[in-house]
């Protein structure tokens, strides 16, 4: 675990990739970091960012700059959160705790995973601040029991993610070492030699606290162990579900519902048409599709066609300078998760607070630099795309 001094030498949020990369072993390193097939849509969630350049204006006075972000009455300290993370527990010690806690106290939201391996319950009684996010089961039965356990539990926000029809080909994942499920091997057994740090504070003290991990949030019971045989099972019948179920979930869940995951601006429409209160532009962080576009690319569009929603967004995001031309395109709110898991990993709580401190100092400096007050009133007057030719560029203009 990084001591406090440790941290402070982390600059940026890539810092902490490169520190966990030491940290962890490189089975579940990989499997954070990893992504799908050729990790094209991976890539291109960062170099988008790199086609947009900012136009700041000058005397403008920002001695005084307003970073606070106001979703349905709730007024957090930055217009960023936590991103949902799968087995974030794996990685840190408690981590879906470490996260929230972590959220909690520098007032910004954080979303619990449903392929999490803590309680939804006991997150949940962190605060307010945490928002769920649900993998749909197979059945109305289950759906109904999952979506009423949820809100058993005191969620006010329910995010559904809707953009794993069947499992993703995670051979990068393999390669490195970690399948589904998670099989003992020699090979994991040296690896974890080889990382003391996480292998005592993380997998030992999580076996000597609860035995092996469970997935604890797939259904309105517990799920399976972590190496069960029927892990994939369990993740892999949704291919049936269609925008029905969604109404379902409007009809049974009293507040605010999310939609995660949405890429095309049809799917958009139709997830408000069902009663969705927000959407997340999501291509789950490349670790789905490969190959599809970058949330960035599709946003102006989504924003124009859902005028009534917040629309947030989530992958490739890790510098403020990315989370203002993210809301210069009209994101209400965008969410961060691999830096954020990968703080949680080397530090904990100090960790996390770390990360979320720089990338909020990072959001307040860039909106002032801007020539703006007010992190809210960043827009596209202050936005280039580089390259006139550019597909990007052409598809702005037209918006």
Known sequence: MYSQKRLERLLCLDDFEVAAQRFLPKAIFGYVSGATETNSSFRDNREVFAELGFIPRVLCDVSKVNTDVTLWGDTYASPFGIAPMGISAMSAYRGDCVLAQSALSRNLPMIMSGSSLTPLEEVAKIGKNVWFQAYLPGS????VALIRRVAAAGYEKLVVTVDTPVAANRENNVRAGFSTPLRPTLKLLLDGVRHP????GTFLRT??????????NSYATRGVPIISRNVLRDFSDR????????KLIRSLWPGKLIVKGIIATEDAKLAVGCGADAIIVSNHGGRQLDGTVS??????????ACPSVPIMMDSGIRRGTDVLKAMALGAKFVFV?????????????????????????????N?????????TAVGRRSLRALSTSSVFARHLDAI
């Open 295 to 304: 949330p960035l690319r599709v946003l102006p569009e989504i924003v124009a």
């Open 337 to 365: 998760g691999r830096p954020f898991g990968y703080a949680a990993a080397i530090g904990g709580e100090k960790g996390v607070h770390h990360a979320m401190d720089l990338l909020s100092a990072e959001v307040r400096r």
């Open 197 to 200: 740090g996480w292998t005592t």
């Open 367 to 375: 909106t002032a630099m801007l020539g703006v007050t007010d992190v």
């Open 140 to 143: 109305e039965e289950q759906i």
């Open 207 to 216: 076996l000597y606290r609860s035995g092996i991990p469970h997935f604890e």
């Open 239 to 246: 291919g049936h579900l269609n925008w029905a179920h969604l």
